[in-house]
């Protein structure tokens, strides 16, 4: 992307919107430590003690342009860099300090190096810049467990203030057309007035109008962040509108930075299938690595960017430069991209019966065919969707892709949920929506062929459907699910339509087998896993009453016992007339 010239932000806005792929460098002094970029605060190191790290800083197998190529060869369209991260040490050649790297025994200014690699790449480059600041004694507040050493007196916020602004103004004149992003963090602990955050990035758009400004600062700027998690659905303002978004993930566990004890990777095929989800709903992913103190990146990170790199090779079409899919919901496993009058249906897993229903969809289809070969599909009307007959084996096991062909933009009627012929109302994980904070776990898995809602780690995760009924009624609720021996007693929670149906019993929620409300004892009982041996089951597990028209149904497991929830399938909801479930 070249350098934007004009009044604003909008050219760079629309290249930011088609970029789809980023990469994060978490890269600082607390690699030397080599258990993320917290340490400082997790073991409670002391500023004077911390401070020791600065001699030691020494990244001799650093290579901006081996960095600049992997990213390339990967697909990456942009990266953004911490150039400052809570600990205050700085990247780059900062005017106002010397805790920072050129003032490090080897001199290097190492965002200029990252700045002339990637560039010579043709990849722009985004600063990541921390607005916490454990090393300056004008930030506050204190780290709580600092405070009984490290006295708040005389402290002066607007100071700290102009010492960042000095910097930030820095980072913005010293290596053009760098940055194309500032992409603040941390500012969680101060309000955005303490801070004077508004005037900050006024000040930063007179100096470079086509910046873009991240969320980060807790004022309303361009680019929303949702960090460790994936959104269920596009995120939109209050008019509905949608926003400029991008999901920062780990290939990781946990930490960011650099962590020399980390046994768990998110592998190649999670991390492909989530950018295909991310990208489906009009956000882009940036993606992080966390390098070792010497400059090396290992070779985890290097495996997967390649595997990236590889299926981009062959799908790059179907990501790049596309729009979010017209479906709010799919029946099968997988997402779909638009680009013009051309769908792109990324099939995560291939179906039994090789049929793929693309629901409500009015157009007239002119042809399909497997993308990477170009080998045709057949296609059929089926009342108001067309079902897509696939080849017997899937080209690609993380994701392959469709193309489909439209006579002009998709136009598509939103899919309902309804009862089937028998007032049963199923409630697959396939059309749920999986939500959860910082940290989100949940993720689809697969077992038999049949998907699954897993990794159900985190209590504040969910699976949330809508769905309609045509008349009030009482249903009985079934879920599909396993628990592993051992792991049970975890408590169920069902929230209708906003409410809280465990325990509080709106709704006309009642657990166990009777007919009335169950005693607060079953209901305790009722309202927890149990193990089924590892198996897949159906167990009722409460009763319920739907208004009638639109529902909405979420499943949590509010507290987790042990080490894991259970693995869900999904759930019926049973009108209360003697039909048996299968």
């Not at 709106?506 to 896993?529: C, D, I, V, Y």
Request: proline residues 7%; hydrophobic residues 40%; glycine residues 10%.
């Amino acid at each position: 992307m070249a350098e934007v010239t004009g009044a604003g932000n909008e050219a760079t806005r629309a290249w930011f919107h088609e970029a789809k792929l980023g990469l994060f460098i978490h890269w600082g002094i607390y690699a030397l430590l080599g258990k993320g970029e917290w340490i400082r605060t997790v073991d409670q190191i002391p500023l004077e003690e911390y401070a020791k790290l600065h001699p030691q800083w020494r990244p001799t197998s650093f290579e901006a342009g081996a960095w600049a190529e992997l990213a390339a060869a990967a697909g990456v369209q942009y990266m953004v860099v911490t150039t400052k991260h809570h600990d205050g040490w700085c990247l780059f050649d900062a005017p106002n300090t010397t805790w920072k790297s050129t003032a490090s025994p080897d001199g290097r200014d190492l965002i200029g190096e990252l700045v002339t690699a990637f560039e010579a790449q043709q990849i722009p480059v985004g600063f990541y810049y921390s607005i916490m600041d454990w090393h300056h004694p004008d930030y506050l507040p204190r780290l709580s467990w600092e405070e009984p050493t490290r006295s708040a007196a005389g402290a002066d916020p607007q100071r700290y203030v102009a010492y960042m602004r000095e910097q930030l103004r820095h980072l913005l004149t010293a290596y053009r057309p760098a940055p194309f992003v500032i992409w603040y963090d941390g500012g969680w602990m101060n309000k955005p007035e303490e801070l004077s955050g508004v005037e900050t990035n006024a000040e930063l758009r007179r100096l470079k109008p086509d910046i873009l400004i991240n969320d980060r600062h807790f004022t309303k700027e361009d680019l929303v962040t949702p960090e460790q998690r994936i959104p269920p659905t596009g995120l939109f303002d209050e008019q509905g509108e949608p926003l400029l978004w991008e999901a920062c993930l780990t290939m990781t566990s946990h930490w960011w930075g650099y962590d020399a004890h980390e046994t768990v990777y998110k592998t190649p095929q999670f991390l492909i299938r989530t950018l295909v989800d991310i990208v489906s709903k009009g956000g882009n992913l940036l993606l992080n690595i966390g390098p070792q103190a010497d400059g090396t990146i290992q070779e985890e990170f290097v495996e997967r960017l390649q595997a990236i790199g590889d299926w981009l090779n062959r799908y790059a079409e179907a990501i790049y430069g596309t729009t979010a899919s017209p479906f709010n919901q799919l029946p099968f496993y997988g997402r779909v991209t638009v680009k013009g009058e051309r769908l792109y249906v990324h099939v995560f897993e291939w179906p039994g019966d090789r049929l793929l229903r693309l629901p409500g969809l009015a157009n007239q289809v002119h042809g399909a065919q497997l993308l990477d070969s170009g080998a045709p599909v057949g296609v059929r009307r089926d009342g108001d969707d067309w079902l897509v007959v696939l080849p017997e084996a899937a080209p690609d096991t993380a994701a392959s892709v469709l193309a489909v062909d439209l006579d002009g933009p998709p136009q598509v009627t939103p899919w309902v949920l309804r009862p089937n012929r028998r007032g049963v109302v199923e409630l697959p994980v396939v059309v749920g929506q999986l939500d959860g904070p910082h940290g989100m776990k949940v993720r689809y898995e697969t077992c038999d062929g049949e998907l699954h809602a897993g990794n159900w780690l985190n209590p504040k995760d969910s699976v949330e459907w809508t769905f309609e009924v045509p008349a009030a009624g009482e249903y009985e609720v079934w879920i599909n699910h396993r628990v592993e021996p051992g792991q049970g007693g975890s408590t169920i929670a069902l929230i209708l339509n906003g409410q809280e149906t465990l325990l509080l019993a709106p709704n006309g929620l009642a657990f166990g087998t009777g007919g009335t409300q169950a005693s607060g004892e079953a209901l305790r009982a009722a309202g927890q896993t149990r193990s089924t041996g590892g198996r897949f089951c159906r167990r009722r597990v409460a009763r319920l009453t739907l208004p009638a028209g639109r529902n909405v149904l979420k499943v949590l497991l509010p507290t987790i016992r042990r080490q894991r929830g259970w693995d869900l399938r999904g759930v019926l909801l049973r009108p209360r007339r003697g039909e048996a479930v299968t």
